[in-house]
């Protein structure tokens, strides 16, 4: 199973676009089975794949939510089915709940002492949800759309995918988040002990240029 995360520090880019046409090119052309992740809380991809976030309960929030409370999880409990090779784990507007719940659960856990290590990092605690409920041979490709920034959803989307495309506009200030980028990166890997490749580079719209 192939996981990529389409990613940029800035909004505008046409992120969401690339990232929708590219699992939809998957899916309908290279008749792959596809999961589309939705990390965020904008949520342009959901809305892109015609889908309202306030439909049902069935969202990334409430995958985790129930997760951090203990409960049972069937994963496909929590996606929706957009075609037969086109599955969507849907973010929400309500997100920032995760953050809150994560804290109760790190705060009240019982941890063995070579867990406290794993558990005490948030980021992890998130990715292993991914990896512990999805099967990697139910989907060919997951692709997520990450935040336009470096918080815990963006940063564990990243971790979790472990490759990812940045999208850009070609412009001075962007070339500059590129390196900045690059520096989280080799700290998520440290940090981590994970290997990230940014496997490509979209300049995407037209933009200013500034030497």
Request: proline share 2%.
């Amino acid at each position: 199973m192939e996981k990529v995360v389409f990613f940029n520090t800035k909004g505008g880019t046409g992120k969401t676009t690339i990232c929708y046409n590219y699992g939809w090119y998957l899916a309908e052309k290279k008749d792959k089975k596809v999961l589309f992740m939705d990390f965020d809380p904008q949520i342009n991809l959901v809305q892109a794949l015609g889908k309202a976030s306030d439909e049902s309960k069935v969202n990334l929030d409430n995958l985790m939510i129930d997760y951090l409370k203990g409960k049972k999880i069937n994963f496909e409990d929590y996606v929706i089915k957009i075609t037969d090779n086109i599955d969507l784990l849907p973010s929400s507007n309500n997100i920032s709940l995760v953050e809150e719940y994560l804290t109760d659960y790190l705060l009240n856990k019982t941890f063995s002492e070579h867990k406290v290590y794993k558990a005490l990092n948030r980021n992890m605690v998130i990715r292993d949800i991914f990896e512990e409920n999805i099967s990697e041979n139910h989907y060919d490709y997951i692709v997520i759309d990450s935040q336009s920034n470096f918080s815990l959803l963006s940063t564990t989307s990243i971790i979790y995918a472990r490759k990812v495309i940045v999208v850009i506009k070609p412009e001075w200030f962007s070339l500059l988040d590129i390196d900045y980028l690059f520096k989280i990166i080799k700290n998520l890997e440290r940090k981590y002990n994970v290997e990230i490749k940014i496997v490509g580079i979209i300049v995407n719209a037209k933009g200013e240029f500034r030497p």
